[in-house]
T-cell receptor, first 112, second 116 residues
Framework: EDQVTQSPEALRLQEGESSSLNCSYT??????LFWYRQDPGKGPEFLFT???AGEEKEKERLKATLTKKESFLHITAPKPEDSATYLC?????????????FGAGTRLAVHP | DAGVTQSPTHLIKTRGQQVTLRCSPK?????VSWYQQALGQGPQFIFQ???????QRGNFPDRFSGHQFPNYSSELNVNALLLGDSALYLC???????????????FGPGTRLLVL
């Protein structure tokens, strides 16, 4: 069964305290893995796409990496404005088309 | 360049009623996907429209239906509303690519539906 698990469910950091978020997946026919950021009451905002194991993408204080079964979102020296829920979504090929499967997300709170 | 827009932003209905939500895709996009997001959960895929047809569907009952118009905008209709239909409904647009890779989906702000 296709499954996506994100950990931890919630993470509290002090400003400047680096950490990593995990996304574990069991998806057949992976067609890419996506990371989104979602602020409360708003739609998800696209961050990164990773397509193959070993690939890395960076954007400001965020770096996403991908292995065959996991993806990590590393946050370096976070600021309060990085507080949000981070969603990962592997894409699987099913029924002739690609489909995103979202995890439940990690709620990140960064305190000054 | 306007992003994905959705209307209305909030909606309150009672059980048994019907509701229609609307979505305009990002400029240049031809595909619209709809998701339901319950509080504290990730978005759940409802269905996707391309070339005015439902291309694929998630595990949602037939009470959920949709439509795509020639200008690529889309509607989500939910009949016989249940309390459990209360959620944030998200629309995402994308552009079909010929490589076979998953295209990037860009989300709108969502419509918050409350069923009483």
């Amino acid at each position: 069964e296709d499954q996506v698990t994100q950990s931890p469910e919630a993470l509290r950091l002090q400003e400047g305290e680096s950490s990593s978020l995990n996304c574990s997946y069991t998806v057949s026919g992976l067609r890419g893995l996506f990371w989104y950021r979602q602020d409360p009451g708003k739609g998800p905002e696209f961050l990164f796409t990773l397509y193959s194991a070993g690939e890395e993408k960076e954007k400001e204080r965020l770096k996403a990496t991908l292995t065959k079964k996991e993806s990590f979102l590393h946050i370096t020296a976070p600021k309060p404005e990085d507080s949000a829920t981070y969603l990962c979504a592997p894409s699987m090929f099913s029924g002739g088309y690609n489909k995103l499967i979202f995890g439940a997300g990690t709620r990140l709170a960064v305190h000054p | 360049d306007a992003g994905v827009t959705q209307s209305p932003t909030h909606l309150i209905k009672t059980r048994g009623q019907q509701v229609t939500l609307r979505c305009s895709p990002k400029s240049g996009h031809d595909t619209v996907s709809w998701y339901q997001q319950a509080l504290g959960q990730g978005p759940q895929f409802i269905f996707q429209y391309y070339e005015e047809e439902e291309r694929q569907r998630g595990n949602f009952p037939d009470r959920f239906s949709g439509h795509q118009f020639p200008n690529y905008s889309s509607e989500l209709n939910v009949n016989a509303l249940l309390l459990g239909d209360s959620a944030l409904y998200l629309c995402a647009s994308s552009l079909v690519v010929s490589t076979g890779a998953q295209e990037t989906q860009y989300f709108g702000p969502g419509t918050r539906l409350l069923v009483l």
